[in-house]
């Protein structure tokens, strides 16, 4: 999985779950999982470890952080993106929500339908930074 | 609102504002037309059709304030003249259905149909839009915004007279330009928008580092703000998208933000992503930070302190 679709499956799950106190700690996620990949001792360790980590991070959100450390990060300039990435997304797209009118929203699209649309428009808007 | 009242109201009504649109947009159409022939028309006319009849489907009564149709000609204007009709009918549908009316109608949508439906159909059908040559006429050539080994960069005479391959809306640059400046002339669109779009283009165009993409494969994408300018989407983006007032912000300050960040990420797209070009993505982007500006900027202006402003209280405000 490339960072980017994991920092827009991270968005969508993290709207299936309710939002902890220190919710933007989840952003370490990616640093912390380059930076255990990286270190080379660890071996086979460094995935669960980078797993550990990251539900640590916020036990709430621990889906999300999850989603965040699966990628593999090639450089600490890639794994910055990423949390760069989602901590942007997150606050563009609560933005959004809080901009739509639900209320005229044909009852069909209503609710999940309509931020799930949103999500895919802002995947494809965003997708060339995913060959940066 | 961005002011205290007491309002007037201008005069205008959406109708007549669609209709200016609309006439400003009929010199690109027509140089579309005379220059890619009847194939060019067929797209026109089904882009406009399936966005009419989308509009028609889904609210009868706004079917006739023309809303559609500038929504269809400028879809339509996105389009490669290679693009089969029902491609321009299917995608003046999806503006209009996902782009405005799956948002609850006229004035709610987040983001410009024509945009929205130019990137989703490009994500779903990449063939159509992602070919970086084209064969017109017998001649195949490359875009001029085309990063591939092999390309030959455009000469500034085939710039200015839109000798190159692209979107029917590059067909003629001067043609976009003079609808345009009528729409500033006539009041329709706040002339910052345009203004500081072209402005940062061109000022990242000079200014930008070269990429590996570029080195070496297109280097005439360096320093060339003329290419940038006029090579790309940039002048219908500046003109006929980007001031689209649902969806740019509401403050001038914050149309100004909000072209930058058009700019910005028009350019990144061109200069650092095999995409090449990302004017369209630009909008929906800059679309996406609208609420986010109008956050910051609205504040300000109905005297609320703004984000991140330390608020004074009126005692330690006094002389």
């Not at chain 1, 460094?46 to 989603?67: E, Y």
């Not at chain 2, 989703?120 to 195949?140: A, E």
């Not at chain 2, 200014?207 to 219908?236: D, K, Q, T, Y």
Request: proline share 8%; net charge positive; charged share 10%.
């Amino acid at each position: 999985m490339r960072p980017f679709d994991a920092v827009f499956l991270a968005l969508v799950a993290s709207r299936c779950l309710d939002r902890p106190k220190r919710w933007w700690l989840v952003a370490l996620a990616p640093l912390l999982a380059y930076g255990i990949g990286w270190y080379e001792p660890l071996g086979r360790f460094a995935m669960p470890l980078a797993a550990l980590a990251a539900v640590a991070l916020a036990p709430r959100w621990a889906p999300v952080g999850l989603l965040l450390v699966l990628p593999v990060y090639g450089t600490l300039i890639h794994s910055l993106g990423a949390a760069a990435t989602w901590l942007g997304l997150d606050v563009v797209f609560d933005a959004l929500l809080a901009r739509l009118d639900e209320s005229a929203i044909t009852p069909r699209l209503r609710g999940w339908p309509i931020r799930l649309a949103i999500a895919g428009i802002l995947y494809y808007t965003l997708l060339p930074l995913a060959y940066l | 609102m961005t002011t205290a009242g007491p309002f007037i109201h201008s005069g205008q009504t959406n109708r007549k504002i669609m209709v200016m649109v609309l006439v400003s947009l009929s010199p690109s159409l027509v140089a579309a037309l005379v220059r890619y022939g009847a194939g060019a028309g067929l797209v026109i006319l089904s882009a406009l059709a399936g966005a009419w009849l989308a509009e028609l489907l889904l609210d009868r009564e706004q079917a006739f304030d023309c809303t559609a149709l500038v929504t269809g000609a400028i879809f339509a204007l996105l389009l490669p003249p290679t693009a089969p009709w029902w491609l321009g009918l299917l995608g003046g549908a999806v503006a209009i259905g996902l782009g405005k009316h799956a948002f609850g109608g006229l004035g709610r949508n987040l983001f410009n149909p024509a945009a929205l439906s130019r990137v989703l159909l490009m994500g779903v059908l990449p063939v159509y839009f992602f070919s970086t040559t084209w064969t017109i006429g017998g001649l195949t050539r490359a875009s001029p915004l085309a990063k591939e080994s092999g390309a030959i960069g455009p000469t500034i005479t085939e710039l200015l007279a839109g000798n190159t391959p692209g979107a029917l809306g590059q067909a003629a640059p001067h043609a976009v330009l003079v609808g345009g400046l009528l729409l500033v002339l006539l009041r329709a669109i706040d002339w910052r928008i345009p203004l500081t779009y072209l402005a940062a283009v061109a000022f990242l165009a000079l200014v930008l580092p070269a990429s590996a993409r570029i080195e070496g494969h297109a280097p005439w994408l360096l320093g060339n703000p003329l290419l940038h300018l006029v090579g790309g989407g940039s002048l219908v983006v500046a003109f006929f998208m980007l001031t689209d007032p649902v969806t740019a912000p509401f403050s001038p300050s914050g149309r100004i933000v909000f072209a930058i960040v058009a700019a910005l990420y028009t350019m990144l797209v061109r200069f650092y992503t095999p995409y090449p070009d990302g004017a369209a993505l630009a909008v929906l982007l800059a679309n996406a930070t609208v609420p986010l500006i109008d956050r910051a900027t609205l504040a300000r202006a109905s005297g609320d302190a703004p984000l991140g402003a330390t608020v004074l209280s009126t005692d330690s405000a006094a002389p």
